[in-house]
């Protein structure tokens, strides 16, 4: 039996134990380490499976190049950095690894709930600075989370977890993905809310959990924002483009947002003139004490990267053995 190719196209440049322990008996697994889509070029065409992570995009001119594959897997939840539709035309299949961070990501987006609306991370930046008196009065008022309105855009995996995770503290959990399917929310005891702008009506604290699709762009925007009460709290964790990042500063300046907790950006890292850093660095403006930036890095744990390589990898060894594959999002 001849052996495969295996490339994993982007992020991991190591010695690829756990990819070469599940597919070192039919593959030879090669990291190209690309930092851009032309990296790929000439290096990816043969390939019999790509493992693709999120440094990159793989567009349709390079689906189109591929003569052999058999998988695209996103090594991840998101998905949009491949082109499913150009990937389906030519007969290949992309596949996701949804429940690789699950526990990671939502523990995140509750620890950035926490450190925002508790005024961990204010009290902390404006002391370590001499600014202002060593007293809890810097932050007040500040408001007990039982009872306070938790609002969800996307209830899959993540967004459940983080419901869970919301109910634990006493906090009112309500969600908006019209695609779930009913009697999910009674299961676990949380509320849907029919209209989104509602939930931004609703809630005290509103995270993303969504996918990026062309439905999703920008679901989080200035219009959107300002339907809330001032005071109000927005966290990030799922994929940077479905929040309007640059309307963020305004709505802190205007006391719309108390806190903001991004851990994503369209583009990571973001260019030095996008609005939201530019405010986050300048100890003059509100932005630097109530807006948290992170760099993608709610996913991360050592678990939790491992998991999403094993899972990459066994994904792509079911395809190359022509077994049933799962999670398939095109």
């Not at 006391?255 to 100890?283: C, N, S, T, Y």
């Not at 709610?298 to 079911?318: H, I, N, P, T, W």
Request: charge should be negative.
């Amino acid at each position: 039996m001849p052996r495969f190719r295996v490339v994993i196209a982007d992020f991991i440049a190591d010695e690829m134990r756990a990819e070469r322990d599940i597919l070192g008996d039919i593959a030879d697994v090669e990291a190209l380490n690309a930092f851009s889509e032309a990296d790929l070029h000439g290096r990816i065409e043969t390939a019999a499976a790509v493992m693709l992570y999120h440094n990159i995009a793989i567009t349709r001119a390079t689906v189109a190049r591929l003569d052999a594959c058999k998988l695209i897997v996103r090594c991840g939840v998101g998905y949009d950095n491949v082109d499913r539709v150009a990937a389906r035309e030519r007969g290949i299949p992309v596949a996701n690894v949804p429940d690789y961070g699950t526990e990671e990501v939502a523990d995140s987006a509750i620890g950035l709930t926490l450190a925002l609306t508790r005024g961990i991370n204010f009290l902390n930046g404006r002391l370590q600075r001499r600014a202002g008196d060593w007293s809890y009065m810097q932050v007040a008022p500040l408001v007990r989370l039982r009872g306070r309105v938790f609002g969800i855009i996307g209830l899959g995996s993540i967004g459940t977890a983080a419901a869970l995770r919301a109910k634990a503290l006493g906090m009112d959990v309500a969600f908006y993905d019209p695609p779930k399917a009913d009697g999910f929310d009674k299961a676990i005891g949380v509320r849907r809310v029919e209209a989104l702008d509602d939930l931004f009506r609703q809630s005290f604290v509103v995270s993303v959990h969504c996918p990026l699709t062309d439905e999703t762009r920008h679901i989080v925007d200035a219009r959107r924002i300002g339907l809330m009460a001032d005071g109000s709290y927005l966290v990030n964790t799922a994929r940077g483009a479905t929040v309007e990042a640059a309307a963020i500063p305004a709505a802190i300046r205007s006391g719309k947002l108390a806190g903001a907790g991004i851990d994503v950006l369209p583009f990571e890292p973001p260019p030095e003139d996008h609005p939201l850093l530019v405010a986050w660095r300048d100890p003059a403006d509100p932005c630097h004490d109530r807006v948290i930036l992170n760099p993608h890095a709610a996913f991360y744990s050592e678990e939790g990267l491992l998991d999403m390589r094993v899972k990459g990898a066994q994904a792509v060894r079911r395809a190359l053995l022509g077994e049933p594959l799962r999670n398939v999002v095109n």
